[in-house]
């Protein structure tokens, strides 16, 4: 908290399309979950973000983003099977360097075969982290569920 968001391209639908995390200078939601399709993520983390875009939105919040390791094909077709489109922006941190950058790697050899993301959520305003909730085992959803971290902002 009170870091400003790094300059690190991620990818959104394709390995052209290049966005830059620190072009999100509005009120902004980042999560940052395991993995794409995974249970946790699929039915309870991505799908919070999804359905509380209106009340998101009521707050103030213009973009909502959700970062995972994964190539952004697979990213986008996760965006559709959630019917996320227009709600969230699902972008892929190809090389695993936004997730480096902010110190929220999940080394996740052993069950998904290489190093992820933490399961997170942060408010940025003007560029800067304001609030930020990390699951302590980096995988559970205990405090960075949308309805949890609604209670927060
Ligand atoms: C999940 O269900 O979100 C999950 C499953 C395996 C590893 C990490 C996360």
Do not use: Q
């Amino acid at each position: 908290v009170g870091d400003k968001l790094p300059s690190v391209d991620l990818y959104e639908g394709t390995p052209n399309d290049k966005v830059n995390i620190s072009s999100f200078t509005e009120k902004t939601i980042i999560f940052g979950v395991p993995g794409a399709f995974t249970p946790g993520c699929s039915k309870t983390h991505a799908p919070g973000f999804i359905a509380n875009f209106d009340t998101l939105k009521a707050k103030g919040v213009k973009h909502i983003v959700c970062v995972s390791v994964n190539d952004p094909f697979v990213m986008a077709a996760w965006c559709e099977n959630l019917k996320g489109e227009g709600k969230v922006r699902f972008l892929a941190d190809i090389h695993t360097e936004f997730t480096k950058a902010i110190g929220l790697e999940l080394d996740a050899t052993p069950f998904l075969g290489n190093v992820r993301s933490k399961r997170y959520c942060m408010l940025v305003e003007d560029g800067t982290v304001k609030v930020l909730s990390v699951e302590p085992d980096g995988t559970g959803l205990s405090c960075s569920k949308a309805d949890d971290f609604l209670k927060l902002i």
